[in-house]
């Protein structure tokens, strides 16, 4: 079964930092969704990226899909208070579900 | 647009009962999938439902079921709770039938079993 891995799990960063954070795929990946969570609370939904090489981009947030690579990473430029939360790569493991990455939790220090 | 709503937002219950959580999705969205997140395990798959008919189902005991009406609204029920059913709950809607597709997701229901 598809799993898929982030990195770093947590990260702190200075406000108006840039920062990055990655998810490895254990197998090819055909898409691959990015959410936000905050804590104890539903997901918010992000991006999401069909095609290999395909960025796509939110307000200060970038997303790339590297399908050689098994891999995604989402890149947040000038880092705000707002960015902090979960951040969930997850992908389509077959019949309807969403296979999920364990989260990276972001903290934002003014 | 209203998005995915779900009921109730806490709950608390003894081990040995059972629960039922609500979903109503998105106007106009079929599906609705249901997840489990913990700190140890995080998200997890529970099942899928489109047109009332569960059309996946993720590794968990019979314990979890589910159902959804005629208006897409959903159902999950968790019966006999041990202290390991304590988790945030998630349903999320899509509108698409198949494929690659975008899924809301509802707040949550967080369930304590004392």
């Known amino acids: 079964s598809q799993e898929l891995e982030q990195s770093p799990q947590s990260l702190i960063v200075q406000e108006g930092k840039n920062l990055t954070i990655n998810c490895t795929s254990s197998?090819?990946?055909?898409?691959l969704y990015w959410y936000k969570q905050k804590y104890g609370e539903g997901l918010i939904f992000l991006m999401m990226?069909?095609?290999?090489?395909e960025e796509k981009s939110h307000e200060k947030i970038t997303a790339k899909l590297d399908e050689k690579k098994q891999q995604s990473s989402l890149h947040i430029t000038a880092s705000q208070p707002s960015h902090a939360g979960i951040y969930l790569c997850?992908?389509?493991?077959?019949?309807?579900?969403?296979?999920f990455g364990q989260g990276t939790r972001l903290t934002i220090n003014p | 647009k209203a998005g995915v709503t779900q009921t109730p937002r806490y709950l608390i219950k003894t081990r040995g009962q059972q629960v039922t959580l609500s979903c109503s999705p998105i106007?106009?969205?079929?599906?609705v999938s249901w997840y489990q997140q913990t700190p140890g395990q995080g998200l997890q798959f529970l099942f899928e439902?489109?047109?009332?008919?569960?059309?996946n189902k993720g590794n968990f005991p019979g314990r979890f079921s589910g159902r959804q009406f005629s208006n897409s609204r959903s159902e999950m029920n968790v019966s006999t709770l041990e202290l390991g059913d304590s988790a945030l709950y998630l349903c999320?809607?899509?509108?698409?039938?198949?494929?690659?597709?975008?899924?809301?997701f509802g707040p949550g229901t967080r369930l304590t079993v004392t």
């Open positions: 999320a809607s899509s509108s698409r039938t198949q494929g690659f597709y975008e899924q809301y």
């Open positions: 197998k090819t990946l055909y898409g």
């Open positions: 990226l069909q095609k290999g090489g």
């Open positions: 997850g992908a389509d493991g077959g019949a309807q579900k969403l296979v």
């Open positions: 106007s106009g969205h079929r599906s």
């Open positions: 439902y489109f047109s009332e008919t569960q059309r």
